[in-house]
């Protein structure tokens, strides 16, 4: 096995690359940052650094909206600076697996695989794969064997529910629905109750730090700046945890609901599988404190979580081209006919 085989996980929020030759997993936020309109300036963390902060002259923005590229040159920008920056000079004729969701249109998909098929790195390979396969995989579950998995990635725009069999999709829903979601639920909640403005960053730091899934009978609190709406001047305020939990159960409860839902439609020996196995979260929401036991409330249906939420796709990704027992989980755009 060669070492030069990258695999990609373009997500909304973070871009992870899993690099063979290292044994790393690069995590770097999905954004980019633009000047005169179409000269680099800074990318991945550096951008991100710069949202809600940057001058007019500078664009930042994020390439890949509700799990698919939207800008696809940015994209390519960019995803060529960032392996350049950590693979240097082992890009050339690499291999690349490429990690899709699965509910979007071939053309989305083609997206996906040209972004490296067309780039200057002249790759080996470019192979795609489908995200909840390479969760699975990442999750070390036996995806090849006649079980169904049921498998929740809750990202930063998307959630995909999946349940899986003999390595193949029986039902899969990708919801516009995530993280982001999430901390505008935490936006509006302050502003309408508090006449508080904040921005994102300040959002996704009180849902991550105080944000809980079940209402606790011990207090947490963060201090933060906001803009009073009345007197339009900046402002300090303490915010506590049962605020932040107000704020975001309700999108939690769409999600449970959207698993419920395909819990309702899954066939029923494989429903038996999948309350033997729980079900298994991912994804970096799927860290919202004590989010298990909600899901575990609603379904009845015992609720694993993982290690390393947001890398389980990319780790998983690193097996199926490793692993001669995965690799026919993957696939080629040129090769595969599409329904
Ligand atoms: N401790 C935490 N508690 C709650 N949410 C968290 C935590 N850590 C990260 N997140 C959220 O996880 C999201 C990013 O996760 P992830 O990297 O899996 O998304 P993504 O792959 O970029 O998005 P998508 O899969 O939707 O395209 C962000 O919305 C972030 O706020
Ligand atoms: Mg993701």
């Known amino acids: 096995m060669s070492a030069n085989v990258y695999g990609i ?13 290292t044994g790393n997993v690069i995590n770097e936020k999905n954004t980019i940052a633009i000047v005169n309109k179409n ?14 902060k940057a001058p007019d002259s500078i664009q930042v923005s994020f390439p890949v909206v509700n799990g698919v590229i939207a800008d696809y040159n940015n994209m390519q920008m960019m995803i060529g600076e960032l392996l350049e920056k950590y693979a240097k000079s082992h890009i050339k004729g690499a291999e690349f697996i490429v990690a899709v969701p699965t509910d979007i249109t071939e053309v989305e998909k083609k997206a996906f695989f040209d972004l490296f098929y067309k780039s200057r790195f002249k790759p080996r390979s470019v192979l795609l794969c489908e995200k909840p396969i ?29 349940v899986i069999s003999l390595g ?63 007197s339009g001047l900046p402002i300090e305020m303490q915010i506590n945890s ?61 609720v694993n979580t993982c290690e390393y939420p947001e890398e389980s796709a ?10 001669e027992k995965y690799r026919r989980l993957a696939f080629s755009m040129k090769t595969r006919i599409y329904k």
């Open 9 to 21: 996980d373009l997500g909304t929020c973070n871009l992870k690359i899993f690099c063979k030759g």
């Open 39 to 52: 000269q680099l300036y800074a990318f991945g963390d550096d951008a991100y650094a710069m949202y809600e």
């Open 134 to 162: 390479a969760d699975a995989v990442g999750l070390d579950l036996d995806v090849n064997s006649p079980t169904g998995f049921m498998i929740v990635n809750i990202g930063a725009d998307t959630t995909e529910i999946s």
């Open 168 to 230: 193949g999709l029986v039902l899969s829903d990708l919801l516009h629905f995530g993280g982001k979601r999430i901390d505008e639920s935490i936006i509006n909640y302050l502003k309408r109750n508090f006449s508080l403005v904040i921005g994102q960053k300040t959002a996704m730091h009180l849902k991550e730090t105080l944000g809980c899934a079940i209402a606790q009978e011990e207090e947490t609190a963060e201090t933060i700046v906001g803009r009073d709406v009345v």
């Open 242 to 302: 049962s605020i932040v939990y107000e704020a975001i159960k309700d999108p939690l409860n769409t999600i449970c609901n959207s698993i419920k839902i395909i819990l309702e439609k899954t066939p029923p020996e494989l429903a038996r599988d999948i309350i033997h196995s729980g079900i298994y979260i991912t994804g970096g929401s799927s860290k919202i404190k004590r989010l298990d036991e909600l899901f575990t409330e609603i379904t009845n249906i015992r």
């Open 314 to 323: 990319v780790r998983g990704l690193d097996k199926i081209v490793s692993d």
